[in-house]
């Protein structure tokens, strides 16, 4: 069974920059997506990051500029690089992966981690 297991959340005034990080269970190479959501208080749970096996990325528009997602394939991490953090950012932050199953696409889904901009 994978698991996915965050860390890096806190408290952070705005402006500042936060590092989050997920470690998976076992190799990340049979992912063929990772990436990072977030559900802000009393709303979905919404796409932040998202990177393929082949590096490709994208980006929420309200993070363009700001955020960097990154894998780290040695390590079997996926990093999010947040600077100029807003308190529109706070949020609970979810790492996600996904993988091809015959067929089947099977999602993965880490317990979170709290990330509170706030002056």
């Known amino acids: 069974q994978v698991q996915l297991v965050e860390s890096g959340g806190g408290l952070v005034q705005p402006g500042g920059s936060l590092r989050l990080s997920c470690a998976a269970s076992?190799?990340?190479?049979?992912?063929?997506?990772m990436g990072w959501y977030r559900q802000p208080p009393g709303k979905q749970r919404e796409l932040v990051a998202r990177?393929?096996?082949?590096?490709?990325?994208n980006y929420a528009d309200s993070v363009k500029g700001r955020f960097t997602i990154s894998r780290d394939n040695a390590k079997n991490t996926v990093n999010l690089q947040m600077n100029s953090l807003k308190p529109d950012d706070t949020a609970v932050y979810y790492c996600?992966?996904?993988?091809?199953?015959?067929?089947?696409?099977?999602?993965?889904w880490g317990q979170g981690t709290q990330v509170t901009v706030s002056s």
């Open positions: 076992g190799s990340i190479f049979r992912f063929y997506a």
């Open positions: 990177i393929t096996s082949g590096d490709s990325t």
């Open positions: 996600h992966a996904a993988e091809l199953n015959a067929a089947e696409v099977i999602q993965y």
